[in-house]
């Protein structure tokens, strides 16, 4: 999971209504004038791997300004990580007889394309569920096969432009040209894994990550000027090539090196002043010294942890014990990079001691499950946890007893609610969104839509704040994510959809329930700028309504909480 390109402040203030009211924000939406998408002859197809990222927006950065500019073509990649075309279901996203959803995974373009960067923002990670933070790279060559991978592997090649310099980068990774063209969860299309491709790949970026969002947190106007860089870690990635280049550095020297990745940090630090200098952005007002040694410290332990992990006992060609020790990475990730970082050290040394063996065991066990979840395990501190045994495991790792995973959504709605209303007379709060799923019986996707309430800071006197809206109506499209493996249930539902012109990503997920008034609500949780945030539903699924048509229906729908 990538570090949030998707936050806010890169928004419009009517586009920031919709990413914090439908509870949809968090990673995904383009931020950017639709009509610029290409509708002409080249199609390039490919595929997104951090692990296989579904929804993440994909487009072609001629200008290498590392930022999707209105002119430039993009698509989004499909439930599985492609776009343009699947070979798994023999999906042509391009073919003139695909329908208006699927067209929004088919990538165009006019232009010569050698030469030319491929990039990827935001998605979904399909084996976690959980929101793809960071932007991947690829630099298009002379005579490049289909489809186009691009990974964290490919990302750290974007910028080397001689062959001197991809020859230096192939030692120090101690890979060949061909393994950028792998797939390293179906190497040589066998079905398995390449155990060295991936700890490399999830090395590399969830290190790229850590940083980048730490510096993100410290300097948010970075991606707030449009035609500049909206994310960090392709400066990270660049500084990684050139120590590597220039210094005739390995990747483990410099990633599980404090003192490499402090001069690391503080090179792309100088880089994001220089942004803020170069467009004339104040410098935050608490602007305080990032802790370099500290974030350097929890990058390396980070790494190791992942070696431990891929290349140890644990077959990457284990699915189950794959999946639960990728979600274990994935809890740590955020771990590292949210307020829960001051334990971040001492739970990585936990889970390295040969002592704890037996736990680390139970827990790749328990994360491997469909309704696993992260949200305990990143607040804990493992260290001090008195996780001793397997129940006490499941506890922390796993959904609590009764909670549903999503399915036959067909035909049925779902509301659901913020249940802080804020405190007069000038902070009250009324974020209501109600779903309509619309689709063929035991459809695992459709269309949908939706009514939006969103109030914030309103007054008691009646005044709303600014991007304020009593209702509005957007439509979309819904899919569950891996629900054909999974009996037509998912623990994440994926959502797809438009407002002025701007089409956004979002995912749902299932989350323990609570009571409000001596009513019990399900719960619902989905991430915004790296926090873990839960709405909740009193009624849950349920049989739909009649449709609204317009925006006065939305507000009759959902009227006032608060009295305004």
């Given at each position: 999971m990538s570090m949030p390109s998707c936050t806010m402040h890169a928004k419009s203030k009517i586009a920031a209504f919709v990413s914090l009211a439908l509870m949809l924000a968090g990673c995904g939406g383009t931020g950017q004038d639709e009509s610029a998408s290409s509708s002409t002859s080249q199609v390039i197809q490919g595929v997104a791997i951090d692990g296989y990222l579904a929804r993440a927006m994909v487009f072609i950065d001629y200008d290498n300004n590392r930022t999707r500019d209105p002119w430039e073509p993009?698509?989004?990649?499909?439930d599985d990580g492609y776009f343009s075309y699947n070979p798994l279901t023999q999906t042509d996203y391009c073919s003139t007889n695909t329908t208006e959803n699927q067209r929004l995974f088919c990538l165009r373009t006019n232009r010569q394309l050698p030469g030319t960067v491929i990039r990827i923002d935001g998605g979904y990670d399909v084996m976690t569920g959980e929101p793809f933070f960071g932007q991947l790279s690829r630099r298009i060559e002379q005579r490049q096969q289909n489809p186009i991978i691009i990974s964290p592997i490919t990302s750290l090649f974007t910028d080397a432009?001689?062959?001197?310099?991809?020859?230096?980068?192939?030692?120090?990774?101690?890979?060949?040209?061909r393994d950028l063209d792998q797939d390293y969860f179906n190497s040589e299309n066998t079905q398995n894994v390449s155990s060295n491709l991936l700890s490399l790949a999830l090395r590399l970026h969830k290190v790229v990550s850590i940083i980048s969002q730490s510096i993100h947190d410290q300097y948010d106007e970075v991606g707030s000027k449009a035609g500049a860089m909206n994310d960090v870690s392709a400066t990270v990635y660049r500084h990684i090539a050139q120590q590597i280049t220039r210094d005739n550095q390995s990747l483990d020297d410099i990633i599980v090196d404090p003192t490499r990745l402090e001069n690391l940090i503080a090179q792309t630090e100088?880089?994001?002043l220089n942004y803020y200098d170069r467009w004339e952005i104040p410098l935050p007002s608490d602007n305080a010294a990032i802790d370099t040694a500290a974030l350097a410290e929890n990058a390396a332990g980070l790494s190791q942890l992942i070696h431990h992990l891929l290349s140890g006992e644990i077959s990457s060609n284990d699915s189950s014990a794959l999946r639960g020790s990728i979600k274990l990475i994935e809890a740590m990730t955020l771990k590292a990079s949210g307020a829960q970082r001051s334990s971040f050290m001492s739970s990585i040394s936990h889970l390295l001691d040969t002592a704890?063996?037996?736990?680390?065991?139970?827990?790749?066990?328990a994360l491997a499950e469909e309704d696993s979840d992260l949200s305990a395990l990143i607040r804990m501190d493992l260290a001090n946890s008195g996780l001793g045994s397997q129940e006490a495991v499941r506890d922390a790792t796993r959904l609590p007893v009764g909670t549903s995973a999503?399915?036959?959504l067909?035909?049925?709605?779902?509301?659901?609610?913020?249940?802080?209303?804020?405190s007069g007379p000038n902070h009250l709060r009324d974020s209501e969104v109600e779903l309509y799923f619309r689709g063929n019986n035991e459809a695992t996707e459709?269309?949908?839509?939706?009514c939006v309430k969103y109030i914030k800071d309103a007054s008691i006197s009646g005044k709303l704040g600014d991007a304020n809206t009593r209702g509005e109506l957007v439509k979309g499209h819904w899919s569950l994510l891996g629900a054909a493996a999974n009996n037509g249930a998912s623990y994440s539902l994926l959502l797809?959809?438009?407002?002025?012109?701007?089409?956004?990503?979002?995912?749902?997920?299932?989350?323990?329930a609570a009571t409000f008034n001596s009513k019990e609500f399900s719960g619902v949780r989905f991430d915004y700028a790296n926090e873990l945030r839960t709405w909740y539903s009193e009624f849950g699924v349920e049989a739909m309504q009649n449709l609204p048509q317009n925006a006065a229906d939305c507000a009759a729908r959902l009227p006032s909480r608060i009295g305004i």
């Open positions: 993009f698509a989004f990649t499909d432009r001689t062959d001197e310099q991809k020859n230096a980068l192939f030692t120090a990774l101690n890979i060949t040209p100088l880089d994001v704890n063996h037996d736990l680390l065991n139970e827990l790749i066990t999503f399915h036959d067909a035909g049925n709605q779902m509301r659901v609610s913020d249940m802080d209303l804020g459709g269309g949908f839509d939706a797809t959809f438009e407002f002025l012109g701007t089409k956004y990503q979002a995912i749902l997920k299932p989350a323990a």
